[in-house]
């Protein structure tokens, strides 16, 4: 197909995450992937700095991941998942239930992140009324916390920088506690868990979980909390009577140096969601994982089933390419890659905190962070990075890039590079 003509047919009648069909932004066409390289249509090589949004941490169209697919394909791509089972799929959830926190024991398997949030929630209400307790119906999050884009997921997204504020009129009302404000690695100050806490004592009777991404809040501000702020939660939701859930669908498979977040605080949560990296970005699919207490209660109660069933759910593709990248990973020595980035995206952002127009920079496991003080102009700052040969996709005042651990020394360097020369240009 003529590149032009790509263009235009997309232009007038394909939607992008987040755009207008009447002034939609520029796209640009990928025609293959490699390692950490997006290669255009013409001819121009990118460095990924994105990881296809946290999930391609080996890199893209990698051999070993390319051959779990091929030689799952030769057998089935797909069967119902009602009254089969296959071998894909216990070993995926064999291998889940082992590395995630000893508390986690039943695995439902999702067709994507946002889907794998509205299992969680689904769990947690089933698990109280089974329990005879149905008035324990809301839940307890946080501000600037990002689950998804369906309803339920959308309900605990920050009411305004989740993107669904327009929205809030037709969502389910739940109870949203001030942000943490003490970062990662700070001082902790036990004010820092009096918001949270005066709703939980308020309203534990009618509240059915606490939702919340743990350490790393992703896509609602790219913020990194402290340690403390979970221990306590968790001791809180114990005494009141609430179930507490992980939402480590960005931080998990070791972005933020440990495989999830949640061990970074010791935190064992009630019921937790993965997705983005769980295929290493090969394809779209989740997994929600529940300790044995919340399967028991809701299989016990009425109508003795969980009440969900996607038609995809546990496709053999999709399971067998995610228990080759989790073999991949735990093969590797990703600690220390993870580790390498962090310290290389430490040396080489310091002196970006001294640039006119920003506002913080932080930089946790293979996540770096740049907040100015502006919304960013988004298609202006992309023209710049392509040109420059990096694929960074900032959103609202927030440039960051989470590459594939893969990635090297000298093209990290690389990554911080532009955003540096972006920002003391002034393009953004
Ligand atoms: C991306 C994301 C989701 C939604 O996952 P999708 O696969 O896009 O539906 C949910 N929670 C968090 C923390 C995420 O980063």
């Not at 992937?33 to 997006?38: P, T």
Request: include cysteine; charge should be neutral; proline fraction near 4%.
């Amino acid at each position: 197909m003529d590149i032009k003509k790509l263009l235009e047919f997309d232009r007038n009648h394909i939607w992008h995450p987040y755009t207008s069909m009447k002034n939609p932004l520029p796209v640009y066409p990928v025609k293959e992937a490699k390692g950490v390289r997006l290669k255009l249509y013409d001819g121009r090589e990118l460095i990924d700095g994105m990881a296809s949004w946290w999930a391609v941490i080996h890199g893209y169209n990698h051999p070993v991941l390319n051959d779990a697919i091929k030689s799952q394909l030769n057998k089935m791509a797909h069967v119902m998942f009602g009254g089969i089972t296959h071998e894909p799929a216990v070993k995926l959830a064999k291998k889940l239930i082992e590395i995630t926190p000893s508390s986690l024991d039943a695995v439902f398997f999702t067709d994507s992140g946002s889907v794998s949030v509205e299992v969680a929630l689904k769990m947690a209400f089933q698990y109280w009324i089974s329990k005879g307790r149905e008035e324990k119906s809301k839940l307890i999050t946080i501000r600037r916390g990002y689950h998804g884009d369906t309803f339920g997921a959308m309900s605990v997204c920050d009411p305004v920088t989740g993107m669904h504020e327009i929205f809030r009129n037709i969502l389910p009302k739940h109870y949203f506690a001030k942000e943490p404000q003490i970062p990662y690695g700070a001082k902790w100050e036990d004010e820092d868990i009096f918001d949270i806490k005066k709703l939980i004592e308020k309203h534990h009777k009618e509240v059915a979980a606490v939702i919340l991404e743990p350490i790393v809040q992703g896509a609602g501000g790219m913020r990194f909390y402290h340690v403390e702020y979970l221990q306590n939660l968790k001791k809180l939701c114990k005494e009141y009577d609430i179930l507490l859930i992980f939402d480590e669908i960005a931080t998990g498979f070791g972005r933020t140096g440990e495989l999830f977040a949640s061990f970074l605080a010791s935190v064992e949560p009630d019921i937790m969601c993965v997705g983005k990296a769980l295929t290493g970005g090969y394809m779209s699919f989740g997994a929600t994982l529940c300790s044995r207490d919340v399967a028991m209660t809701i299989s016990e109660g009425r109508p003795g089933v969980f009440m969900h069933g996607p038609t995809f759910m546990g496709n053999p593709l999709a399971c067998s390419v995610a228990l080759a990248s989790i073999e991949l990973l735990l093969k590797s020595n990703w600690q220390k890659k993870v580790k390498q980035i962090e310290k290389i995206l430490r040396q080489e952002m310091e002196d970006i905190k001294e640039l006119d127009g920003v506002k913080d920079v932080r930089v946790l496991g293979a996540i770096g962070v740049v907040e100015v003080d502006k919304n960013v102009d988004v298609a202006r700052i992309q023209r710049f990075f392509v040109e420059k040969g990096v694929w960074i996709r900032p959103f609202l005042n927030l440039i960051y890039i989470m590459p594939p651990y893969i990635i090297e020394e000298s093209e990290v360097k690389i990554l911080v590079g532009a955003i540096k020369e972006a920002i003391s240009k002034g393009i953004y």
